[in-house]
């Protein structure tokens, strides 16, 4: 049904009404967001009136058919009735044709399936059939042959049983198609005994004109008869039997245990002639087969693989029962030597093959698997990380100890290190299958070393004894002795019972050269990681950036120590400045002109570090670490100093309140007796020039005083101090 058309200015489309889907709240939704509801009700009524009076255009162009309507159907239902009977009897006419026809057609199936069933049982006699022609055809073929070897033994010739054999296996390979399509029947039961002793008569013979024809170097023989057995799907036994006839033997002579142990070199000798075998005793084969280079393509006998089938296991089975001590992990030096050589022949003989779908063969074949499986690698592996791994902690269980003159590091332990990482990957020690390992172990190494300089940084208490002789201080005597004791336990318990300044520069130094020397153990393994075709050298370098982080962690730890012992060293003797005013109260000294002995003392081991780490280490680690022992230094002497002037400064204000009640007494303590410097001038001078001296000093380490914190806060104090005693003067 077509509703009317409206005019073009409605917000809506009559078709929407005669949609099935039709909802009002919907349809009003979406005229609003056209217009406003006024001119949509507008619109409704206009195109109401239009549908209204197209109705009513409807209703007047087929009134009279409205009208006549009850009229036109008076009689219907009496039409209707006389329809029904015709209508009954034509079905019933239907049904009787479509029973009759579904009859003929199930005479019709049944006819055709007993058709199919003589036809297949047809099929089933004609092979059969075919299979006694075969069977009598070959019998006919071996008979008239045994006739005339029986009468013309001397003129028969190898290439024409070649020939017949040939035939015979044409025949008997059709034998064998219709046979297996006729399996189960009874007939076929009867003729199998013939079949079997046909196939029997077949390989004996083909055995037999095979190696003949190898015995006698006879290509056109060995080409029919490797023809033959490729005929009749017997390629394996072929391949069997050159193996036990012409491989066996030699390899029978060649692999003896007691040769190959009366010659140091007597493994590589018998690889050798292991590999002449191929090239002396497989050449017919090869050339008949297709393997060497000069034979036709037009001749050659596909689907054979003598190298992979035939030589190649009985190779192997010789091996592994004749020479069992040869897979023995026991001594890895001696295991290495043997693999190294095993695997060289086994590659040697991968070159040999033909083509590189032989080559895949070879190496998915049980018995090359068999092989490498019978390498115990991980006992191996397992040997060589006693060794390695054993000898990295004997090292490190002697502690710190020096490395030998001429050494490229200055400890022990980090010789040991470097020779273990580099033995990892040297020609005498890593194995191509085992990359994976001899990886994990140099990283563990790394991680090990890094572990133990982490132990012997934080653990390890730092030593106060020197060498040099110093006169203690009263109060140190005890300390001293404290020390000693420790000392002597430490040594008892077999590691370093304290850390000198030289060994922590031995540490530092150590550790820069390994991170200097990281690169050239990164080429060492990428060298080997290429050679077994490893692409991904990212992961390779990101990990050994670990590792050279995981030794600088180490390095924040050291440079700690090393402050903190070189302060600890100089505050010793520092604190002497205390000692400065019994040196000149009530002793009539002269006026100061040097800096006090303590100094020296003081800044010794700085200026021995700075003498011991030359060459070593960086030059700014080691001005890094004056830098902070000074500034620590600096801090203490300056609280030791700040006292020292406080007490002055009170002991002489004290001695003028003193005068200031004893007028006109005699005073003998703060001035000489011809009127001179005072003590208090004196302490203050040689105050001002110990500091003075100190900055030299710090000057002739190759720093600045303004380097280090609180020395000119110092400065300030004894410059104060020094104008103080000059105006006393």
Not at 49 to 66: G, R, S
Not at 381 to 400: H, P, T, W
Not at 620 to 633: G, N, P
Request: proline share 4%; net charge neutral; charged share 25%.
């Amino acid at each position: 049904m077509n509703l009317p058309k409206g005019p073009d200015s409605l917000c809506f489309d009559k078709d929407v009404f005669m949609m099935d889907d039709f909802d009002v709240d919907q349809f009003v939704g979406e005229c609003r967001k056209q217009v406003q509801l006024e001119e949509m009700r507008e619109d409704l009524e206009l195109y109401y009136k239009l549908l209204k009076t197209a109705m009513v255009e409807l209703i007047n162009k087929d009134y009279a058919d409205f009208v006549n309507l009850s009229t036109n159907l008076v009689g219907m239902d009496k039409a209707l009735n006389q329809l029904s009977v015709p209508l009954g009897q034509l079905r019933e006419e239907v049904m009787s044709l479509r029973s009759c026809v579904s009859e003929v057609i199930q005479s019709i199936d049944n006819q055709l399936s007993k058709q199919e069933d003589l036809q297949k049982k047809k099929v089933c006699v004609l092979r059969l059939i075919q299979v006694v022609r075969s069977v009598e055809k070959i019998e006919k073929i071996l008979n008239s042959q045994n006739s005339k070897e029986s009468s013309s033994l001397e003129i028969s010739s190898p290439l024409l049983a070649g020939q017949i054999l040939e035939r015979i296996a044409t025949e008997f390979n059709q034998l064998q198609f219709h046979a297996v399509q006729s399996k189960g029947m009874p007939l076929l039961d009867k003729v199998r005994p013939r079949i079997a002793g046909i196939t029997s008569m077949l390989q004996q013979s083909l055995e037999g004109l095979l190696i003949e024809g190898l015995q006698t170097s006879n290509v056109d023989m060995v080409r029919h008869c490797l023809r033959t057995y490729a005929t009749i799907d017997k390629t394996r036994d072929a391949e069997a039997l050159v193996g036990q006839v012409l491989v066996k033997p030699y390899m029978d002579q060649v692999i003896v245990e007691e040769v190959v142990k009366s010659n140091p070199n007597g493994l590589q000798l018998m690889y050798s002639r292991l590999l002449e075998f191929v090239p002396h005793h497989c050449r017919l084969l090869r050339e008949v087969t297709g393997g060497a280079i000069s034979s036709g393509k037009a001749d050659t006998v596909p689907g054979y693989d003598f190298l992979v089938n035939s030589v190649w296991p009985e190779i192997i089975k010789g091996i592994e029962e004749r020479l069992p001590y040869l897979f023995n992990p026991g001594n890895p030096d001696i295991f290495y030597e043997r693999y190294s050589v095993s695997m060289d022949f086994v590659r040697k003989y991968e070159r040999q093959c033909t083509s590189q779908a032989s080559v895949k063969r070879l190496r998915v074949h049980p018995s090359y698997t068999s092989f490498h499986n019978k390498w115990n690698l991980p006992v191996y592996f397992q040997l060589r990380y006693k060794e390695v791994a054993g000898s990295l902690e004997n090292a490190i269980s002697d502690g710190l100890e020096a490395a030998p003159a001429g050494s490229a590091y200055h400890l022990q332990v980090s010789v040991v290190l470097w020779s273990c990482l580099v033995k990892c990957w040297s020609d005498k020690v890593y194995l191509s299958p085992l990359a994976h390992r001899f990886w994990k172990l140099t990283l563990q190494l790394y991680s090990r070393y890094a572990t133990f300089l982490d132990e012997v940084l934080t653990k390890t208490p730092a030593t106060e004894m020197t060498k040099e002789p110093t006169r203690p201080l009263p109060s140190s005597a005890s300390s001293t002795s404290s020390r000693t004791s420790l000392d002597e336990a430490g040594s008892e318990s077999g590691s370093p019972a304290s850390l000198s300044t030289k060994q922590l520069v031995f540490i530092a130094a150590d550790i820069q050269k390994l991170q200097e020397q990281i690169p050239e153990l990164a080429e060492m393994v990428r060298q080997r990681l290429e050679a077994i075709g490893f692409k991904n050298f990212a992961v390779v370098e990101d990990a050994l950036a670990d590792s050279k982080a995981c030794l600088s962690s180490s390095v924040p730890t050291l440079n700690r120590r090393m402050t903190q012992h070189l302060t600890e060293r100089c505050c010793r003797f520092l604190k002497s400045a205390s000692e400065v005013p019994r040196l000149y109260r009530r002793t009539n000294k002269d006026l100061p002109a040097r800096a006090s002995a303590y100094m020296d003392n003081a800044l010794r081991p700085l200026h021995q570090v700075l003498t011991d780490s030359t060459g070593l280490v960086t030059p700014s680690t080691a001005q890094e670490w004056l830098r902070v022992a000074l500034s620590d230094c600096t801090q203490r002497y300056y609280e030791t100093i700040s006292e020292v002037l406080s007490s002055v400064r009170k002991m002489e204000e004290s001695l003028k309140r003193l005068k200031q009640a004893r007028k006109g007494a005699t005073t003998t303590t703060t001035a000489g007796a011809n009127g001179g410097p005072t003590d208090d001038s004196k302490i203050r001078l040689q105050l001002a020039l110990d500091v003075e001296y100190l900055g030299e000093q710090i000057q002739k380490m190759g720093l600045q005083p303004t380097d280090i914190s609180m020395f000119s806060t110092l400065m300030d104090l004894v410059k104060e101090a020094r104008e103080l005693a000059e105006q006393n003067q």
